[in-house]
Nanobody
Framework: QVQLVESGGGLVRPGDSLRLSCRVS????????AAWYRQVPGKQRELVAQ???????SYADSVNGRFIISRDVTTNTVYLQMDIVKPEDTAVYYC??????WGRGTQVTVSS
């Protein structure tokens, strides 16, 4: 059984940095699609950043230049480095892997 476990969320101040991690429990292709989504109450889940199977990177305009997605294929872990965070980054962040698997989410709150 495959499980994705996110960690690293929390309460931070505007301008701070935060790193989210998504660890895979189970056997899935390490090179498959890896993505982070986020969702706030009352809104649709939105794509934040992804690494395609071919190695292409893409980011939402709202985070481009501030967030970096990366992965360690040896541990099958995906990261989201979040820098210069803003209050509008407040959301539950979800890991998505291989066009199939979702994590349960980790809350990020940016507030002074």
């Amino acid at each position: 059984q495959v499980q994705l476990v996110e960690s690293g969320g929390g309460l931070v101040r505007p301008g701070d940095s935060l790193r989210l991690s998504c660890r895979v429990s189970g056997n899935i292709d390490s090179f498959g699609l890896a993505a982070w989504y986020r969702q706030v109450p009352g809104k649709q889940r939105e794509l934040v950043a992804q690494i395609s199977r071919g190695g292409g990177y893409s980011y939402a305009d709202s985070v481009n230049g501030r967030f970096i997605i990366s992965r360690d294929v040896t541990t099958n872990t995906v990261y989201l480095q979040m820098d210069i965070v803003k209050p509008e980054d407040t959301a539950v962040y979800y890991c998505y892997r291989n066009n199939q698997y979702w994590g349960r989410g980790t809350q990020v709150t940016v507030s002074s």
